[in-house]
């Protein structure tokens, strides 16, 4: 059976939450309304977009539960449940597991610590035996710890459900390295919005980005030009999508969190604020915000 579970273009879904810390089911649903109407093939909940990391135990499980429920089998449904804490980690992917995730992803231990290959290869182990999903490790140079994430794939990929990497690097030599393993049978997916056709090129299944949920059309359409040998009409999509990008991180606080949920509840949806200690635009700095998008290429609803 093929390791390769998820393709396409996969939205890193933000967690919208209300004044009193609850999670938004209604926001999510409308968000992931929208983007499968736009083509998407499904979504990553609790990563760092959607601040899984500062979010508390139960306020994860209940943006998982709200995503899955608004899913309603259209699409893949991967569950970041990496934390500081592994027992939590545990905790989490047994949760995402018996709540009908399609896949359950874990940045390395730990963001703090520099562990081994050897304790870094024990920790994923752990986490696929907590589980019956795909399970896919995430390779962010943000959260590295030291450890060659291709020499912790080729170990791991003979465990039956690990299937892949989400691979945020950037660095496209390595990824294709990655999809040499296994003669090919990987799930490698591309991070970095900004590159998504150069991850392609090299070999990636698909996507999983921070700004696809803003822009779902684009993405998708880059995509598809992609698989359709269209290479040109594919390089000046994602030139089209990098002007944007460019604004997004212009305003980035210092992740584009910030402005992409400010972007989105322009768009008119409830996408709440970034977390604390995060601090939302003021009025001024959101009418240039929105003035630059647009001059940027990005259209808001009238």
Not at 146 to 171: F, M, S
Not at 183 to 191: A, C, P, Q, Y
Request: glycine share 10%; net charge neutral; charged share 20%.
């Amino acid at each position: 059976m093929s390791k390769i579970h998820f393709r396409g273009i996969m939205p890193a879904l933000i967690t919208p939450l209300t004044a009193d810390g609850k999670v938004n089911a209604a926001a999510v649903k409308a968000l992931m309304d929208d983007n499968y109407a736009k083509g998407v093939t499904g979504f990553y909940v609790t990563g760092g977009t959607g601040e899984g990391p500062l979010l508390s135990a139960a306020q994860r499980k209940a943006m998982v539960e709200a995503a899955i429920e608004a899913n309603a089998g259209r699409g893949k449904i991967i569950v970041h449940t990496g934390s500081i804490n592994a027992d939590e980690a545990m905790d989490l992917t047994v949760h995402a597991d018996r709540a009908g995730a399609d896949g359950i992803s874990s940045v390395p231990p730990s963001f703090y610590f520099r562990y081994t290959l050897e304790e870094t290869v024990d920790y994923y182990k752990k986490l696929a035996s907590n589980t019956s999903r795909p399970v896919i490790v995430y390779a962010n140079p943000q959260s590295a710890t030291g450890v060659d994430v291709n020499a912790v794939l080729e170990q791991l990929l003979p465990i039956g459900n690990i299937c892949g990497v989400k691979d945020t690097r950037a660095n496209y030599y390595l990824l294709w390295q990655l999809k040499q393993l296994a003669g090919g049978d990987i799930n490698v997916i591309n991070g970095p919005d900004e590159s998504l056709l150069c991850g392609l090129m090299m070999g990636a299944d698909g996507g999983i980005g921070s700004t696809y949920g803003l822009m779902p059309e684009k993405y998708v359409k880059l995509y598809k030009h992609f698989c359709a040998g269209e290479l040109e009409e594919a390089r000046a999509m994602q030139s089209r999508i990098n002007k944007i990008i460019s604004v997004l991180l212009g305003y980035a606080r210092p992740t584009v969190i910030t402005p992409v949920k400010e972007a989105l509840m322009l768009c008119g949806f409830a996408a709440g604020d970034a977390l604390y200690p995060a601090s939302p635009f003021t009025a001024e700095t959101r009418a240039m915000f929105k003035k630059d998008m647009e001059k940027a290429g990005f259209v808001f609803p009238a």
